[in-house]
Every structure is written in C-alpha cells, then in structure tokens.
C-alpha cells in the first residue's frame, strides 16, 4: 500500500453532515477526526450515544495480553484429512483473465497532464482534474472563466440533480460498452448507461482519482494445483493490490461450488490465495477512491467497483477448478537465485535490509513438458508509477511472459527460450518498503531506460525472468517431495484510526469482530479483523502466508548489515534513526521454518497494510496513523498497529513447531 488512505481522509475537518448522510452504520464524531488539530484530549462532542464513535485515544493500544495461537488444522493427519496410500504427486495449473469487463471510461480532457506521462505511455494519463467534478459541461468552463462562450450545447452545463445521484460531466455515462446513442455499434441502452453513475474503474496503489481508460496487459488470476495422497491444496496468485480474508473466502466458497459441480469426487483441502500488490490494477480494497468531491472532503464511496471485484472472484474460484481439474502426476524441480539490488530492488526505509532472493519451482509431466513454474520474489509491482492509467500487472507480466513464451531480443535482454507451462509470482518480502522506483534500469548500451515506461516494465520484468530460468536450470530434482500443511485462524486488534473512519463510512468491504458496534471506539472496544496464516511444505519448500507487506528483516534478520549490500544500514547522521541495538537478534522467521527452502507468501490470503517489526512501530505522538512521526514511519500509517507483528510471529512459530513435530525432516 502506499500513499492511499493518508491522501484520502486527512483532509481537515468533517463536515457532521458528511457523517450524517452515512446511513446504516456507526455515526462518527466530527470532533475527534479533524486531523488538521490533532488533540488527545479533544472532546468525544455530543455523539450517539447508540452509534459507534471514535475515541481519541484510540491510538494508545490496549494493553495485548492473553494472546494464544491456536492450530486449527493439519493434513495429511487431522480427521477428514487422512494420509492416503497414494503417494504420487500431481499437479495442475489454470490460469483465468480477471480485466476483460466493459466499463465506463473517463472523458480523456478532464486528465490532468503530469510530467512526462503523456509521452510515455502514449496515451492521456494521470488524475482527474481537481476540478472534475464541478458542473461546468463538457468544455470545462464554467461562467465567469476566461473564454467562457456560454452554457454548453450539449446540455451539460447545470444539469447536476442536487436532489438526485449527482451527475458529472467527466465521463459519458453510456455504460458498460461506453457506446453513446447514434455511434457505431449502438444497440441500445446497456447495463449502467443514464443511471447517473461513473461505472468506471480506479486504479489502486498510488493516488487517488486515477480512471482506467484501457487495458495494457490484463490482470490474471493463477493457480497450481497440488495433490499428494489425499491431501490437495491450490495456491493462487492474484494481480490486485490486497484481497482481504473476507474475499478469500468467498472465492474459496466459489471454487468448492464449481468443484461440487465439475468433479465431485474432488476434496479441497486448502486453498490459499495471495495478492501480487500490483499498483496498475483496479482497487479491490476500497482506499483509492475517485468521485471526492472538493466541497466534501471525505469519500463518497468505496473505490471498489461490485462488478469488478465479482469478476474477479469468479475468476479467481474459476482458475482453482481449472487447475484441479487439470491434475496429472508430475515431478518437481526446485532452485533458488539472487537477483541482487543493481536494476532491481531499493530500500526508502532505514534500516537498509533488502531480501534479493527468489525462489522457483518447476513442475513437469511425465513427458517433461511444464505444468507451472513458481517464482516467488519480493518488491512493489509498481515500475509504471502513479499517473499510468491502463490496466497492467506490471512486473509481474512480463516476469510471468519471459519464463512461459521466452525473452525476446531487445534493448535490454538477449532472446532465450521459455518453458512453456502456466508461470505463477507470488509475492515475498515487500515491506519496509522494497520499490522498483528510480532505480536505474539500463539498456544494453548502457543507457538509462526512461523511468515509469513501459519498456522498462518489461525489461525489468524479462530479467527477472532471466533470473528464474537461471534457477530452474542450476536447480535441483526433488524424489518423491511430500506434501504437509498447517493453518490457523485469529483475530487482530485495528489501532489505526483512519482504517476506523475507513470502517465508519463504509470504505472496506470487510467482518469486524471483537467490538461493540454501538459502542465507542477506545481502549476497551477495539475493533479486531479476523485473518488466517497457512504454512504449506512441498518437499523441501515451505511456504508460508503472512498477511500484508513483511518487512524483510523479519524474514532474513540483516540487522548486522549483512544484506545491506554495500549500503549503510543507516545513514551515520539520521538522528530518526531506529534504534539496532534493540532489534531483535533471532532466529526469524526464515530461520525457524522447517524445510530448506523457505517462501514468505506476501499479501497471503489477506492484505492489512504493512507489517513493521515492533521495535521500529513508531506513531505520531499527538495525530497517529494521520501524520508522520520524524524519520522514516510512513509504513506505519497503513498498518492496522503494533499488534499484528507479535501475533503473526507467535502464530508462525506455533505453526512452524507443530510441522517440525507433524512433518518429515
Ligand atoms: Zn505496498
């Protein structure tokens, strides 16, 4: 996550009729979120008493005490889950298109012109005016502008129904085709034409305001499938910014119906589902929202769109049936690379620790041809910056392009051949904050490529699949790999305030538990969200689900400056610096899984923001989670709070010791 929700409620003072015309859920009090004064000890005002509200001392945690990880479940082993004789691996692969919907595209003019966008990608691009939402008509001008040559002809002008859903001029409003009445192909009104509504889709991960007007490279959903006696797990891997559990589970619901139906013989036993992070897609949590209004400074809506987030688990549940149905034995080949930081990977946050590993798996038929290949590397798919506004997954597609179809001979990479197969990336380490930006990407001459362009996506993306067909090639056959897995559900207390007002307006499509919905927001009635972590062992690989953007440090250590790569670990003059020596000294995380090869699953069947390590949570002492503290705390703002790290870790080491005891050595 990066910038969202900090952009899109700290804008001042509430309006209480903003929070009023919020029907159906907690009212909130306007008092307590003026972020532009931020005060303790500001009054709770005169609220409802029968509606939630915000206490401003939410920020200070209850105190995180009694906290136990529970196991839930474990195949092969737990009843209904019993070890088979059948000891052949099999495995399938589906793959599903998740962005080939229609969708109401915004009117090209109203595209604010930023930098060097238009050049780059070739097309308008960028956020919709600030002005967009005046009702000025389609020509932008309103009376009294320079230039001002009346109302427009088209009716445009004035023509907001102030009692009605509000209609704008930034967009045409014919549909879900985008044809209007007299154009070619017009066969009549369509779903979402003239009802008044942008039917559009925004773009997550940067700013808000970002309309799609097209598609790049589509965004996918991707599955393996992978069954060893009778336990049988997918893992899936979505071009989305951040599923939440809650949409987890409606996919794996999905999938089990479809299974029920194709192949009922068939018992899933797990199916995880992560999310790649891209910053090129449509939203699917609810932060990147368009249509806010300047003269109402707070959200009308969530930025997720019904009939995008349907599609897209539909096809997400789709691609899990389809990779089932495509078992077949196979065999299993696993490596691993460094992909070093030079063209790849920076760290904007101190302590510099940067995880360069990437692991591969390949599966093949008996034949030899590829099933899947695995790629599970970490950094925020977001080479295409901020003001790209056609759909893409990024890194991730031409990462995925390279290892299937080949590396095509170009100004930056060498032509090689693929593996043909479905390739899957998972995402790994991403937090404390592994980006792609401003770090030179060099053609063959050794030139810069143009930074946020294209071509540097897919050379970016091509190298990495250079590097994982290195892998795959220096890798090693696994004999008979077993398949063991392990899950456990709980509960995680939201500290964060703007994720509450995020709650309060309806921004998040997601199960509060543990809270007192009538009550207020404090110490005492701290809302918790429900998540799951799974660890998965496939032979020697152990994979394991966090749910949001791991800090690599908590994976891999690195606090001696061991995978600072020539860097300073901290800069000798930062006086915001974190404190190392109170860094924890290990083992981590990848230290305590079983298995050789541990895979961190990022964004693992769940996204609540990042996951700082506790020593280094640091809020604002007066605005947390609305403003910054001094030095480097920005992650801090998207995290639910300091909790969500001690729980992960004592669930993974519950987890991690249960499979050393259940699981082969
Ligand atoms: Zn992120």
Known sequence: MRAGLAVLLVVGCLPEEASDSVTGTPRLDAAT???????????????DPDAATLDPDAAAPDPDVGFQAVVDRTCPGDPGCEAGAETTLRVGAGAQIISDLGYE????????????????????????????????GTDRLCEGDEGYPGPDEDGTEGDRD??????????????????????????????????????????????????????????????????????????????????????????????RELLAEQLPEVDLDLAIV?????????????????????????????G???????????????????AVGQLQPANMRVGRTNTGIDGFLRDSRVPRIINDEMGVIRFT?????????????????????????????????????????????????????????????????????????????????????????????????WRLAEHALDAVEAGEDVEDPAVIFTTSEFNIPVFNRLYHLGFIVDLFDRELVEWNDQGTIGPGNT?????????????PVTMYTVPGELFPELAIGGYDGSHSFGLDIIDADDEHAPDLSAAPSGPYLNDIMPGEYPWVLGLGNDELGYLVPPYDFVVHESAAYFVEPPGDHYEETNSVGPDIVPRILTVLETLAAHLHDAGPE
């Open 33 to 47: 979120t003026d972020a532009s004064t931020p005060a303790p000890d500001a009054a709770a005002g005169d609220a």
């Open 105 to 136: 595209k915004p009117l090209l003019e109203y595209l604010e012109m930023r930098g060097d966008c238009n050049e780059l990608q070739g097309e308008r691009c960028g956020q919709l005016e600030r002005s967009f939402l005046l009702n000025c």
């Open 162 to 255: 102030e009692d009605a859903v509000p209609y704008y001029d930034y967009f045409r409003d014919c549909g879900f085709d985008d044809i209007c009445p007299g154009e070619d192909g017009y066969e009549g009104p369509d779903e979402g034409e003239g009802n008044k509504r942008f039917e559009g889709l925004w773009i997550a991960g940067f700013g808000l305001n970002r309309p799609a007007i097209g598609v790049h490279d589509h965004a996918w959903a991707r599955t393996v499938a992978i069954e060893h006696g009778n336990t049988l797990v997918t893992v899936t891997s979505v071009d989305a910014v951040g599923l939440f559990y809650d949409d987890v589970k409606r996919i794996r619901v999905r999938a």
């Open 274 to 302: 992560s999310a790649t992070h891209s910053h090129e897609v449509p939203d699917t949590m609810g932060l990147w929202t368009g249509d806010v209004d300047p003269e109402v400074p707070i959200p009308q809506e969530t």
């Open 304 to 322: 997720v769109k019904p009939y995008y987030i349907a599609q897209l688990r539909e096809r997400a549940a789709i691609s899990i049936a389809e």
């Open 365 to 461: 038929d008996l034949t030899g041809d590829t099933i899947a290949t695995l790629v599970n590397w970490g950094n925020h798919p977001e080479t295409l910056g901020g003001d790209n506004n056609l759909i893409s997954s990024d890194f991730a597609g031409p990462l995925r392009d390279g290892v299937e179809d080949g590396i095509p001979d170009s100004v930056g990479t060498e032509a090689r051949e693929g593996l043909g197969g479905v390739c899957v990336y998972l995402q790994g380490t991403v937090g404390g904050l592994m980006t792609p930006l401003r770090v030179p990407v060099l053609d063959s001459e050794g030139s810069e490529i143009p930074d946020k362009s294209f071509e540097r996506n897919d050379v970016f993306g």
């Open 527 to 539: 809302p918790h969200v429900r998540t799951q972590i799974a660890i998965l062992r496939i032979g």
